[in-house]
T-cell receptor, first 112, second 110 residues
Framework: KQEVTQIPAALSVPEGENLVLNCSFTDSAIYNLQWFRQDPGKGLTSLLLIQSSQREQTSGRLNASLDKSSGRSTLYIAASQPGDSATYLCAGASGGSYIPTFGRGTSLIVHP | NAGVTQTPKFRILKIGQSMTLQCTQDMNHNYMYWYRQDPGMGLKLIYYSVGAGITDKGEVPNGYNVSRSTTEDFPLRLELAAPSQTSVYFC?????????FGPGTRLLVL
């Protein structure tokens, strides 16, 4: 059974800093890994999806990488802004099913 | 496209009451899911469906039931509400890749 862990649980940084959010998973036979953003009181919005055959995906200031051998994915946020404040969750699907397992998320605060 | 819609947005139930949480998607996705989210606990999968007429249990199915009679709709039924079912419930849908989430239903059982 896939288990997904996110460290740290919370992070507070000053505006403009480059930062890395970490996600680890136990089953290296991963089909894909997704990163989501959740604003308070809202649903989840997909940010990036990395297929098992890919090493990374980029969207604007966001870059996500996938290393199956080490069981890790990272979400890199460049030049952070207060509007980036949210909870970021990763989810990995493995074992031939398309059912993702979610981590508990990292709560990010970017202060001016 | 409306995406994934959920009703109601908020509901208060008394212990022992029943209710149905509605979920509809207009993206013709085969996969649909119900999650619950408790503070600091991430998302727990309740039930999922891989197509009309096919449903399966997730990690925390006890106290819930689902049906999938059409591709678009995936209602979640609570038969005898208990305080432990106080949570935020999210419905999601997907092809075989990106998941799309609804805005959630906040349920309070007193």
């Amino acid at each position: 059974k896939q288990e997904v862990t996110q460290i740290p649980a919370a992070l507070s940084v000053p505006e403009g800093e480059n930062l890395v959010l970490n996600c680890s998973f136990t089953d290296s036979a991963i089909y894909n890994l997704q990163w989501f953003r959740q604003d308070p009181g809202k649903g989840l919005t997909s940010l990036l999806l990395i297929q098992s055959s890919q090493r990374e995906q980029t969207s604007g200031r966001l870059n996500a990488s996938l290393d199956k051998s080490s069981g890790r994915s990272t979400l890199y946020i460049a030049a952070s802004q207060p509007g980036d404040s949210a909870t970021y969750l990763c989810a990995g699907a493995s074992g031939g099913s398309y059912i993702p397992t979610f981590g508990r998320g990292t709560s990010l605060i970017v202060h001016p | 496209n409306a995406g994934v819609t959920q009703t109601p947005k908020f509901r208060i139930l008394k212990i022992g009451q029943s209710m149905t949480l509605q979920c509809t998607q207009d993206m013709n996705h085969n996969y649909m899911y119900w999650y619950r989210q408790d503070p600091g606990m991430g998302l727990k999968l309740i039930y999922y469906s891989v197509g009309a007429g096919i449903t399966d249990k997730g990690e925390v199915p006890n106290g819930y039931n689902v049906s999938r009679s059409t591709t678009e709709d995936f209602p979640l039924r609570l038969e005898l509400a208990a305080p432990s079912q106080t949570s935020v419930y999210f419905c999601a849908s997907s092809g075989q890749e990106t998941q799309y989430f609804g805005p959630g239903t906040r349920l309070l059982v007193l």
